[in-house]
C-alpha cells in the first residue's frame, strides 16, 4: 500500500454512508491535503470581547467532558452523542470525501489516499494532545436503524485505519454515528453530500490562545 503525498486541492464533504455506491452516484472532488486538514482542525487564538477579556471557546465542564471520551472502545450512547453534537459546533472541523462499496463499512482502495492524507495530519505535533471525533452521516434513503448502524460502522472503519496504518493513538479518536439525522443538503436527502463522515478537533489539553 503506497502513502499519496500531501498536494491535492481542496474539497468539501468526507462521504461515508448511504446506501448507494459512491462511484455510481456521486461526482469526483478534489483531495484535501494534510496541510489543509491540519490547517482545518488547528484550533485558531482566542479573539477578545468588546470588555477585554479572552472568549473562551469551551466551557470547562465540556472540556472535561471531552477528555472522558479518551479511550472509549464503543460509538457514543444517543445521549453521548447530542451532547459531543452540540459542543462540535463550535470547534475546527473538516469534511473529507471517502469512498465505500455498496452497503460495505470496507474501507476502499479509492479510499485509501484521502485517509493517508488525514493520517498523516493527525500525527503533526499540533495535533498529538487533540481528542479527535469521526463523526459519520448517511443520506435520507433506507430506515433510521439501518442508517445509524451505518454510519456507526463506516466512523469505526476510518478510526481503525488510522489507527493501524498511521499509529494514530486510538485514545484520541473517538466515534459517533448520526446516521441521516444531520443531512448537509437537507432539499434533497438523496444527495451524496449528505453521505459523510466529519472530522471534529473536540480539544485538547492545551489550546491556542492570544
Same mark, same amino acid.
Given at each position: 500500500?503506497?502513502?499519496?503525498?500531501?498536494?491535492?486541492?481542496?474539497?468539501?464533504?468526507?462521504?461515508?454512508?448511504?446506501?448507494?455506491?459512491?462511484?455510481?452516484?456521486?461526482? !469526483?472532488?478534489?483531495?484535501? &491535503?494534510?496541510?489543509?486538514?491540519?490547517?482545518?482542525?488547528?484550533? $485558531?487564538?482566542? @479573539? =477578545?470581547? +468588546? #470588555?477585554?477579556? !479572552?472568549?473562551?471557546?469551551? &466551557?470547562?465542564?465540556?472540556?472535561?467532558?471531552?477528555?472522558?471520551? $479518551?479511550?472509549? @472502545? =464503543?460509538? +457514543? #450512547?444517543?445521549?453521548?452523542?447530542?451532547?459531543?453534537?452540540?459542543?462540535?459546533?463550535?470547534?475546527?472541523?473538516?469534511?473529507?470525501?471517502?469512498?465505500?462499496?455498496?452497503?460495505?463499512?470496507?474501507?476502499?482502495?479509492?479510499?485509501?489516499?484521502?485517509?493517508?492524507?488525514?493520517?498523516?495530519?493527525?500525527?503533526?505535533?499540533?495535533?498529538?494532545?487533540?481528542?479527535?471525533?469521526?463523526?459519520?452521516?448517511?443520506?435520507?434513503?433506507?430506515?433510521?436503524?439501518?442508517?445509524?448502524?451505518?454510519?456507526?460502522?463506516?466512523?469505526?472503519?476510518?478510526?481503525?485505519?488510522?489507527?493501524?496504518?498511521?499509529?494514530?493513538?486510538?485514545?484520541?479518536?473517538?466515534?459517533?454515528?448520526?446516521?441521516?439525522?444531520?443531512?448537509?443538503?437537507?432539499?434533497?436527502?438523496?444527495?451524496?453530500?449528505?453521505?459523510?463522515?466529519?472530522?471534529?478537533?473536540?480539544?485538547?489539553?492545551?489550546?491556542?490562545?492570544?
Amino acid at each position: 500500500m503506497s502513502y499519496r503525498k500531501m498536494t491535492a486541492g481542496f474539497g468539501c464533504a468526507l462521504l461515508l454512508g448511504g446506501l448507494m455506491a459512491m462511484s455510481l452516484d456521486a461526482p !469526483a472532488s478534489a483531495q484535501v &491535503s494534510a496541510d489543509q486538514i491540519l490547517e482545518a482542525l488547528t484550533p $485558531r487564538p482566542l @479573539t =477578545r470581547g +468588546l #470588555s477585554g477579556t !479572552a472568549q473562551p471557546t469551551m &466551557s470547562e465542564a465540556d472540556r472535561a467532558y471531552v477528555q472522558k471520551l $479518551r479511550n472509549r @472502545t =464503543r460509538s +457514543l #450512547s444517543l445521549d453521548e452523542r447530542e451532547h459531543v453534537a452540540a459542543i462540535a459546533r463550535n470547534q475546527p472541523s473538516q469534511d473529507l470525501e471517502i469512498y465505500f462499496e455498496y452497503n460495505s463499512a470496507v474501507i476502499t482502495p479509492q479510499a485509501e489516499p484521502q485517509l493517508n492524507e488525514l493520517g498523516i495530519a493527525l500525527r503533526n505535533a499540533r495535533l498529538q494532545d487533540a481528542v479527535v471525533l469521526l463523526s459519520g452521516h448517511t443520506d435520507a434513503r433506507g430506515s433510521d436503524e439501518y442508517n445509524q448502524k451505518l454510519s456507526e460502522r463506516r466512523a469505526e472503519a476510518v478510526q481503525k485505519y488510522l489507527v493501524e496504518k498511521f499509529r494514530v493513538p486510538a485514545a484520541n479518536l473517538t466515534t459517533a454515528g448520526y446516521g441521516k439525522r444531520q443531512l448537509k443538503n437537507a432539499s434533497d436527502g438523496s444527495a451524496a453530500e449528505n453521505r459523510r463522515v466529519q472530522i471534529v478537533n473536540l480539544g485538547a489539553t492545551s489550546e491556542a490562545r492570544q
